[in-house]
């Protein structure tokens, strides 16, 4: 019984995290081993990587770093009259610090006619913005975004889905070559 008494339980009122009986006792005390200037001195800077899948219509987006390198579908925009334009916005709004294109390679890895649109982009983009931008194989991205959120989702979710394919695919060959 002692060591009930000892709980601290929320006010009547008082704010609480959902589902919690118990007030969010908050973070730890801080100390000079683990205050976070001091872990993020330890590591390398984390780098935002974004990664787009250029479409007719939209662009697709996913993002991640390189310390959870798990990438995760943002959305959609349209692909509008200046699509370099937009992808410029789309790295600024994401504080890039790299840019992946996905690049519609045909199925021999032939470059195609939408391979060769979006390599003319990714010269103008890489003459116009101040982070890298590479390009990474795209083929069947879109077969397997559809695979994976099966019948009766929006294009917009698939499109977004095709960029976190490609960026994960880019991080797990960086991850394969680090080793």
């Not at 790295?91 to 610090?97: F, I, L, M, N, P």
Request: hydrophobic fraction near 45%.
């Amino acid at each position: 019984m002692a060591a009930v008494a000892a709980l601290t339980w929320a006010r009547a009122g008082a704010r609480t995290r959902a589902g919690w009986t118990r007030p969010w006792p908050g973070p730890p005390p801080s100390c000079a081993r683990c205050s976070p200037a001091q872990v993020r001195r330890r590591g390398p800077p984390t780098v935002r990587i974004v990664a787009v899948d250029i479409g007719e219509r939209r662009i697709g987006v996913a993002v991640a770093d390189d310390r959870a390198p798990v990438a995760v579908p943002v959305g959609t925009v349209d692909a509008g009259e200046d699509v370099a334009e937009t992808v410029m916005r789309i790295v600024r709004e994401q504080g890039a610090d790299l840019l992946v294109v996905g690049l519609p390679l045909s199925l021999t890895g032939a470059l195609g006619p939408q391979a060769r649109r979006v390599m003319a982009l990714v010269e103008e983009l890489a003459g116009r913005l101040p982070v890298p931008v590479e390009t990474w194989d795209e083929r069947l991205s879109t077969v397997e975004a559809e695979r994976r959120l099966g019948p009766g989702h929006p294009r917009e979710r698939r499109d977004a889905v095709a960029a976190a394919i490609v960026l994960q695919a880019y991080l797990d060959a960086q991850r394969g070559q680090r080793r």
